[in-house]
């Protein structure tokens, strides 16, 4: 990967952590519990409410490139961290549920929800952060589409990984990761905790029936523009 990286911070309540970032900007994802955060001067308190990814909208922390950064548990707490490498000095910023845009994808049984965190109103560098939910035996990022080739206003080339969880736990979903020659053609199960990369490629994801499916979507660029091109060969049911 040329511009993405992941990190997470679990603490048990009462713990903190502290750190600084290097060249890279960095999206703070409240995943589970609750805690207050310190960011290059800025103080938040008591952000995040949710038991599980599942469980409603996100609270978020944008950090900028060389901020130092403080953590500390208020409850159990799990924290995504989305890294991207980052050219141009930022502000930190809080981001709350009620800023999170909500939009229901597709129809049948390739319908989600997808909410974006750090979208273009966010003054970050490259990132952009977001969460899919798949409802139980349905498909996502579908039709499978790509963002391999700068190409705009047609296509724009980002990079971009996949954070899952499964709900109950002990379920799976599974992904196709696959190039036009097929040249990169793997499909993988997974469950939750696993990280899946995609530094090219169509990246169609399905959940087992029964189970919902969600994962905490990166993106990163030379140009921070989303412009997808759907697989010609499945563009049909759009």
Same mark, same amino acid.
């Given at each position: 990967?040329?511009?993405?990286?992941?990190?997470?911070?679990?603490?048990?309540?009462?713990?903190?952590?502290?750190?600084?970032?290097?060249?890279?900007?960095?999206?703070?994802?409240?995943?589970?519990?609750?805690?207050?955060?310190?960011?290059?001067?800025?103080?938040?308190?008591?952000?995040?409410?949710?038991?599980?990814?599942?469980?409603?909208?996100?609270?978020?922390?944008?950090?900028?490139?060389?901020?130092?950064?403080?953590?500390?548990?208020?409850?159990?707490?799990?924290?995504?961290?989305?890294?991207?490498?980052?050219?141009?000095?930022?502000?930190?910023?809080?981001?709350?549920?009620?800023?999170?845009?909500?939009?229901?994808?597709?129809?049948?049984?390739?319908?989600?929800?997808?909410?974006?965190?750090?979208?273009?109103?966010?003054?970050?560098?490259?990132?952009?952060?977001?969460?899919?939910?798949?409802?139980?035996?349905?498909?996502?990022?579908?039709?499978?589409?790509?963002?391999?080739?700068?190409?705009?206003?047609?296509?724009?080339?980002?990079?971009?990984?996949?954070?899952?969880?499964?709900?109950?736990?002990?379920?799976? #979903?599974?992904?196709?990761? /696959?190039?036009?020659? !097929?040249?990169?053609?793997?499909?993988?199960?997974? *469950?939750? +905790? =696993?990280?899946?990369?995609?530094?090219?490629?169509?990246?169609?994801?399905?959940?087992?029936? #029964?189970?919902?499916?969600? /994962?905490?979507?990166? !993106?990163?660029?030379?140009?921070?523009?989303?412009? *997808?091109? +759907? =697989?010609?060969?499945?563009?049909?049911?759009?």
């Amino acid at each position: 990967m040329k511009y993405l990286s992941f990190d997470f911070i679990r603490l048990s309540a009462g713990e903190n952590y502290h750190s600084a970032l290097d060249e890279r900007e960095a999206a703070f994802v409240v995943l589970k519990g609750q805690c207050s955060f310190r960011v290059a001067g800025v103080r938040y308190e008591r952000i995040g409410e949710r038991a599980s990814p599942f469980a409603g909208k996100a609270f978020a922390v944008y950090a900028p490139p060389r901020a130092a950064y403080r953590v500390e548990a208020i409850t159990d707490l799990e924290v995504a961290i989305c890294l991207a490498k980052a050219d141009a000095e930022k502000s930190p910023c809080l981001i709350t549920p009620s800023t999170v845009r909500e939009r229901v994808v597709g129809r049948d049984n390739w319908q989600r929800s997808v909410y974006d965190i750090v979208d273009e109103s966010v003054d970050a560098c490259r990132l952009l952060v977001g969460e899919t939910v798949n409802p139980p035996g349905n498909w996502s990022s579908a039709p499978p589409h790509r963002h391999e080739v700068d190409n705009l206003p047609e296509e724009s080339d980002m990079e971009e990984a996949y954070f899952f969880r499964v709900d109950p736990p002990q379920g799976f #979903g599974v992904i196709r990761v /696959y190039t036009d020659d !097929l040249s990169l053609d793997e499909t993988y199960s997974v *469950v939750s +905790d =696993d990280l899946v990369i995609i530094p090219e490629g169509y990246h169609p994801v399905g959940a087992l029936a #029964g189970y919902r499916v969600y /994962y905490l979507w990166m !993106l990163a660029g030379g140009k921070r523009i989303l412009k *997808v091109k +759907d =697989d010609p060969q499945h563009a049909w049911i759009r």
